[in-house]
């Protein structure tokens, strides 16, 4: 994540965001769509919203943990915990884990999602399914 955020301030937010893609193994020029998805640009319009995330989320990503009494409160809690992942993102990155450990530790199985870690926008109609299935 230093990596990235150093990226974002020596060259703009669209370098970080690439940085992002690599370090997700997102690769823009490579990524399967379903018939009639519409990737949106990388435009303007979207700097506010990655320039936000990797200047204040990626500092508490590197920090977040969760521990066994979490767990455990969150095992209890009124709410069902679904964790999920893309299908094809790598099982060695970042958000794969971050999906994968929470499954673990609350014994629920790991739901995958169409399309790797941007599924909602690569694969809409088959995302959506398997949200409504899952919830």
């Known amino acids: 994540m230093d990596e990235m955020r150093a ?6 937010w669209i370098a970080g ?20 998805a519409r990737l949106a640009p990388l435009d303007a319009s979207r ?11 990626t500092l508490t990503m590197r920090h977040a943990e969760l521990t066994a009494d ?8 009124p709410v069902r915990i679904v964790p ?14 971050c999906a994968e ?19 909602n926008i690569t694969h809409p109609k088959g995302f959506a399914e398997v949200l409504r299935d899952s919830l």
């Open 47 to 57: 700097e506010p919203d990655f320039t936000f995330f990797i200047k204040y989320d």
């Open 70 to 77: 979490e767990l455990t409160a969150l095992k209890a809690g």
């Open 101 to 119: 450990e929470p499954a673990a530790g609350l014994g629920s199985r790991l739901v995958h999602f169409p399309g790797g870690h941007n599924g």
């Open 17 to 36: 965001v690439r940085k992002i893609g690599h370090l997700l193994g997102i690769d823009p020029a490579r990524q399967q769509t379903e018939p009639g």
């Open 7 to 12: 990226v974002f301030e020596r060259d703009g």
């Open 84 to 97: 999920a992942a893309g299908l094809t993102t790598p099982r060695t990155v970042f958000d794969h884990r």
